[in-house]
Each structure stands twice: as C-alpha cells, then as structure tokens.
C-alpha cells in the first residue's frame, strides 16, 4: 500500500521567512511558490512549507538524509536553528540529531551509512 515517503510538511506561519530560511539551508529555490504553499525537491523527495499551520515540536518527525551529521547540524545552528538533541550516535554507525528551526518545527537529520537509494521507489 505504502509506497515511502514523498513528502515533509512544515508549518509556517510567516511564508517569506520560512521560504528565504529553507531556500539558504538547502541550497536552491523552491519548484513551487504560491502564498497557499511552498515545495522544495529535495533528493527525490519534498520539504513543504505550509502558512496555515501551528508549528511544533511533536507529531511526526521525519528525518532528513545528511552525508555529514556533524557538519550538517552546526550549520542549521550557524543558520538560527535552535539545537534540541545534538548528534548522537544510535548504533550500527547511525547519527541523529534534532533542531527546532526558526518557526518552532522539529527538524531531523539523519546519517545513515547503511540507507540505500536504489531502494526508493
């Protein structure tokens, strides 16, 4: 029934600054840009920004794939991510770590030697 993950949805409340935030994070501009919805592709996959939501840090928290955990959470930090969980190592090489971005949303990272992209359908 499941095909995987297609899409993260983050709310947020001020659009302008969410879009500008997430756009420098990760490196390009969003595919889709309207007031009612902002879509980044993100490796296969879509980071979306949504203005009529209430940020938080509970609820599903999907987990973005890094090639560096420790570099990738000090950036979101040096970029005004507030730190929740710093990089933990969760076995088998696994790393994690939590922030709360700019808005109030829980945004995971995730290293994860042992992911493999041919498996993503």
Same mark, same amino acid.
């Given at each position: 029934m499941l095909l995987g993950l297609? +899409? %993260? #949805?983050?709310?947020a409340p001020d659009m302008t600054a969410a879009r500008n935030w997430y756009s420098t994070?990760?490196?390009i501009e969003p595919y889709f840009d309207q007031p009612f919805y902002v879509g980044f592709a993100v490796g296969g996959f879509? !980071?979306? =920004? !949504?203005?009529? %939501?209430?940020?938080?840090a509970t609820g599903p928290q999907p987990l973005w794939g890094v090639s560096?955990? /420790?570099? +990738?959470?000090?950036? =979101? #930090? +040096?970029?005004?991510? *507030?730190? !929740?969980?710093p990089v *933990?190592?969760? /076995?088998?090489? #696994? @790393?994690?770590a939590y922030v709360l971005d700019p808005f109030g949303n829980?945004?995971?990272?995730i290293?994860?030697?042992?992911? @493999?992209l041919s498996d993503v359908r």
């Open positions: 297609r +899409s %993260a #949805i983050y709310p994070l990760l490196g879509e !980071l979306g =920004l !949504l203005p009529n %939501a209430t940020p938080g560096n955990a /420790g570099e +990738s959470f000090a950036r =979101l #930090i +040096s970029l005004g991510a *507030t730190a !929740l969980q *933990t190592e969760v /076995g088998e090489n #696994i @790393k994690v829980r945004f995971g990272i290293e994860n030697p042992n992911f @493999k």
